[in-house]
């Protein structure tokens, strides 16, 4: 699948903050941005990854191009 990663712009306690989510939000997930992803997103609002659901949670793979959603 494809998620979209947008990371929260402010935070009131200091915490990078994200939402990640499918085109039809069959998954979603809201809560802290671990470093590695803080380093992959580079400053930017949003990126769009191909991502799988597995036992041990969601896996982020490769970075996808601009998604029209």
């Given at each position: 699948?494809?998620?979209?990663?947008?990371?929260?712009?402010?935070?009131?306690?200091?915490?990078?903050r994200?939402?990640?989510?499918?085109?039809?939000?069959?998954?979603?997930?809201e809560?802290?941005l671990?470093?590695d992803?803080?380093?992959?997103?580079?400053?930017?609002?949003?990126?769009?990854?191909?991502?799988?659901?597995?036992?041990?949670?969601?896996e982020?793979?490769e970075?996808?191009?601009?998604?029209?959603?």
């Open positions: 699948m494809i998620v979209k990663v947008q990371v929260s712009l402010a935070s009131s306690d200091g915490v990078t994200c939402l990640i989510y499918n085109k039809d939000r069959s998954f979603a997930y809560g802290g671990n470093e992803m803080v380093k992959t997103m580079a400053g930017r609002p949003k990126a769009y990854f191909k991502a799988t659901l597995g036992s041990e949670g969601l982020i793979w970075e996808m191009p601009e998604q029209d959603w």
